[in-house]
């Protein structure tokens, strides 16, 4: 037991190491949520994780702990896997590549999951795969889980965007927003209390620049004031109602 603690607090430590002055700043990685964040995948840095062949993109992290609420870009290598481990105030996440397993099922590219408070698994994935995931900040109550596909039927907004709801409880909300060739970027739900998206495919341009596949972004209030999409369109994650 105390080898494996020391473990840990090695893993702890050498990651902050490789941090930069300014990433060492406060108690977390973008933990400040009224400060707006824009972060591109291939911009950033992958970190190791306790598991051989599973490595992290930061995105934003209460601190630097094993144990803390974070959002972050997961990679595994082929037949890599995390030991088991429950689920303290949820786990969401959805499948950006390959096939994500777990003693419960594979899930394939465009899958989201909910993972309630107390669930426990041991992921692992055969093939390979990188997955979007949010620990631990599920709302006290919120207790469903929830396994759906963007395979599954959409639904029109408007002419220019379509959906899929993912999820909702209270005024926090989950989606996908499809967006044709060049339409103006109006999402169908907009709610108090912050909002981020994640841009799966596709481009959003805004008055000051471009943002294409896999940018975060999250805003205190909201992502974009007026943007439109790409030549191709643009497919994005977005929660909003989340942050406060």
């Not at 990433?23 to 973008?30: A, D, I, K, P």
């Not at 207790?143 to 959906?163: A, L, Y």
């Not at 999250?218 to 109602?241: E, L, N, W």
Request: charge should be neutral.
């Amino acid at each position: 037991m105390m080898v494996l603690h020391s473990l840990l607090l090695r893993i702890i430590f050498q990651e902050i190491d490789d941090m930069s002055l300014i990433e060492q700043q406060g108690n977390g990685f973008n933990s400040d949520l009224s400060v707006r964040v824009v972060l591109i995948e291939s911009e950033e840095k992958w970190r190791s994780s306790p598991s051989d062949g599973v490595e992290r993109l930061y995105l934003d992290r209460a601190n630097f702990t094993e144990y803390t609420s974070a959002t972050s870009i997961v990679k595994f290598d082929s037949g890599s896997r995390f030991s088991a481990h429950d689920h303290k105030n949820g786990e969401e996440f959805f499948v950006l590549d390959g096939i994500f397993s777990d003693e419960y099922g594979d899930y394939q590219k465009g899958t989201y999951v909910r993972n309630p408070h107390g669930s426990c698994h041991s992921p692992y994935s055969k093939n390979g795969c990188k997955i979007f995931v949010k620990l631990r900040q599920f709302q006290k109550g919120d207790t469903t889980r929830v396994v759906k596909s963007m395979s599954e039927p959409w639904k029109i907004h408007n002419k220019e965007v379509d959906f899929l709801k993912l999820h909702q409880y209270k005024n926090e909300i989950a989606y996908l927003a499809k967006f044709k060739p060049y339409s103006e970027v109006k999402l169908p739900f907009k709610k108090n209390g912050g909002e981020e998206i994640l841009i799966l495919s596709g481009e959003l341009c805004d008055s000051l620049d471009n943002f294409s596949a896999v940018t975060w972004i999250r805003d205190p209030k909201s992502c974009f004031q007026r943007a439109s999409a790409g030549a191709h369109g643009a497919c994005i994650f977005v929660k909003s109602g989340h942050l406060y």
